[in-house]
């Protein structure tokens, strides 16, 4: 089975630039989440789609930070315009989640996409 | 407000001696708990879970946690360790009684783990 796929794995821009990063989650997992891991901290969840309604965005800065998942499989999330602080690892999982406490609650991880803005 | 901590950013171990990464929750309700492991420039992989039931949880790579609801706590350990265990381990939690949200992890801030051979 095929795990979660993430580019580009690295980019580099510049302040005020923007950026987006593509997430492909393995094949027939409805939830879909974007972390963002700052260098020496844990992930934490900007988003969380359900198939491609939005579960749980609380958490991303809105103004800046934008995602979508139009068909419910895909995800690409848009950085506009970039701020130093936005230098981190974006990872991409994805969860069957069918059922709160079922099995399937289990995240998988793709390798991530790190950005680094000068 | 949940909350996990990883009370140690390292933990040295020589092959072969038991290892312990420590980890300790705060939830509102009750906890689902889970741990992952990260290599260099790569995802976390995900290596157990306590869900429900029996209190000792088995895993990936001969891991295994052990859930104390008084302590608020659910400690990783393995009974030998290998060299390549050398990785970042982070514990995680989310709250089972937020009702229909269903994913929101908090993870701790991780604890490198290096077996000396």
């Known amino acids: 089975e095929a795990g979660v796929a993430q580019s580009p794995r690295y980019k580099i821009i510049e302040k005020r630039q923007s950026v987006a990063f593509w997430c492909n989650p393995i094949?027939?997992?409805?939830?879909l989440y974007w972390y963002q891991q700052i260098l020496g901290q844990g992930p934490k969840l900007l988003i969380q789609f359900q198939n491609n309604g939005v579960v749980d965005d609380s958490q991303l800065p809105k103004d800046r930070f934008s995602a979508e998942r139009l068909k419910g499989v895909d995800s690409t999330l848009k950085i506009q315009p970039a701020k130093l602080e936005d230098s981190a690892v974006y990872l991409c999982?994805?969860?069957?989640?069918?059922?709160?406490?079922?099995?399937?609650?289990?995240?998988?991880f793709g390798p991530g996409t790190r950005l680094l803005v000068l | 407000a949940q909350s996990v901590a990883q009370p140690e950013d390292q933990v040295n171990v020589a092959e072969g001696n038991p290892l312990t990464v420590k980890c300790t929750y705060s939830v509102s309700g009750n906890p689902y708990l889970f741990w992952y492991v990260q290599y260099p420039n790569r995802g976390l992989q995900f290596l157990l879970k306590?869900?429900?039931?029996?209190?000792l949880v088995k895993g990936s790579y001969g891991f295994e946690a052990e859930f104390n609801k008084s302590q608020t706590s659910f400690h990783l350990k393995k009974p030998s360790a290998l060299v390549s265990d050398s990785a970042l381990y982070f514990c995680?939690?989310?709250?089972?009684?937020?009702?229909?949200?269903?994913?929101?992890?908090?993870f701790g801030r991780g604890t490198q783990l290096t077996v000396w051979p």
């Open positions: 995680a939690v989310r709250d089972r009684d937020r009702g229909s949200t269903l994913g929101r992890l908090y």
């Open positions: 094949s027939g997992h409805a939830t």
């Open positions: 306590y869900i429900t039931g029996d209190n």
């Open positions: 999982a994805s969860s069957l989640a069918v059922k709160l406490g079922s099995q399937q609650e289990t995240q998988y």
